[in-house]
């Protein structure tokens, strides 16, 4: 007989977890279809980040709502907030942060485990440029821009590619004075 009772975890985390779970099966479904309708991987990297773009647009209200995040005063903080506050809402993890010296505008998140390849044990056969999580550059690039911060985000580095790491570079578009001009307004 099967027994009813619910594990003594609270309801919302274990929720949470099953969602993220059939997100993560969701995506690599997504994925895998489409590897077997394109033949170019450059072509589906575009269409994942088009997809997550789409969704960071939308999320970014999702984000500030939730979270009661206030204006950044500074890139750097921007970048913390995205890897200990955003990634851990909706991902569960806290990647490390770089960059960003010197008031650069360059950043990396880097990433020592990454969810959405919790059942991806390495890239489909034949499809050596697949950016798998593109996904989630698309995401970023779209919850930036809706806060004023256009950024480029890519992947750097991969681990689904043998990389050690895998690493999310972030260079946001305008050079910090003009962003604090901006502000300042
Ligand atoms: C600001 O400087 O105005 C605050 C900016 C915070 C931006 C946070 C973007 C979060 C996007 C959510 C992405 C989740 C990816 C898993």
């Not at 033949?39 to 939308?58: H, Q, S, T």
């Not at 950016?131 to 809706?146: D, H, T």
Request: hydrophobic share 40%.
């Amino acid at each position: 007989m099967m027994d009813w009772h619910l594990p003594a975890v609270s309801s919302s985390a274990s929720a949470h977890h099953i969602s993220r779970d059939l997100f993560v099966l969701t995506y690599g479904a997504l994925v895998a279809q489409m590897c077997k309708d394109y033949d170019n991987d450059e072509e589906i990297n575009k269409y994942l980040d088009a997809m997550g773009y789409n969704i960071g647009v939308r999320l970014i209200e999702d984000f500030l709502a939730n979270s009661g995040i206030k204006k950044c005063r500074s890139y750097s903080e921007t970048v913390d907030i995205i890897a200990k506050v955003a990634f851990k809402m909706y991902l569960g993890i806290t990647p490390s942060t770089i960059g960003g010296n010197d008031g650069g505008n360059e950043f990396s998140l880097i990433l020592d485990k990454n969810p959405l390849v919790d059942f991806v044990e390495e890239l489909p056969t034949g499809r050596p440029s697949l950016s798998y999580c593109n996904i989630l550059s698309g995401v970023l690039r779209g919850a930036l821009e809706m806060v004023h911060l256009p950024a480029d985000v890519n992947f750097v580095q991969d681990r689904l590619k043998g990389d050690d790491v895998t690493e999310i570079g972030i260079t946001f578009l305008r050079k910090n004075d003009d962003k604090k001009s901006r502000r300042n307004k």
